[in-house]
């Protein structure tokens, strides 16, 4: 399973990353997931979330999760994108690309990852006004 991590502050650029899929042509599903600030956290206003995180055990952990998907799931390649630092509201702080053979999996593969994403990698999150 071909995968590509990027834990960075640069804002997202979805278009290019969509534009970059790879797909071998025994896969039917390309399922994008896209993790946009919304301008409500816990029913008060907030205009940017900031997300800080202890880097190396990040990467870590999603190498973990990537390694038990690829057992779970016949997942040609995953990549994931998640911001550092202010992310304002309306822009991405996370994006997912998953391929795989058929959508089911690749739908049950994203949605798991990202479940199991925010259990266990260390970033956190500060609502800022």
């Not at 058929?102 to 259990?119: G, N, P, T």
Request: glycine share 6%; hydrophobic share 45%; aromatic share 10%.
């Amino acid at each position: 399973m071909k995968r590509e991590l990027t834990v960075s502050p640069s804002p997202i650029d979805e278009g290019a990353l969509i534009a970059a899929r790879k797909m071998s042509s025994g896969m039917g599903a390309a399922v994008y997931f896209s993790g946009v600030v919304r301008g409500l956290e816990s029913n008060e206003a907030i205009a940017a979330i900031d997300y800080e995180a202890f880097h190396k055990m990040a990467e870590h952990q999603f190498y973990l999760l990537f390694d038990e998907m690829e057992k779970r799931w016949p997942i040609e390649s995953v990549r994931l994108v998640h911001r550092l630092g202010k992310v304002n509201v309306g822009e991405a702080s996370l994006w997912v690309e998953i391929i795989a053979p058929h959508r089911a999996e690749s739908f049950a593969a994203c949605q798991w990852l990202i479940d199991e994403m925010k259990r266990l990698v260390p970033i956190w999150k500060k609502p800022l006004q």
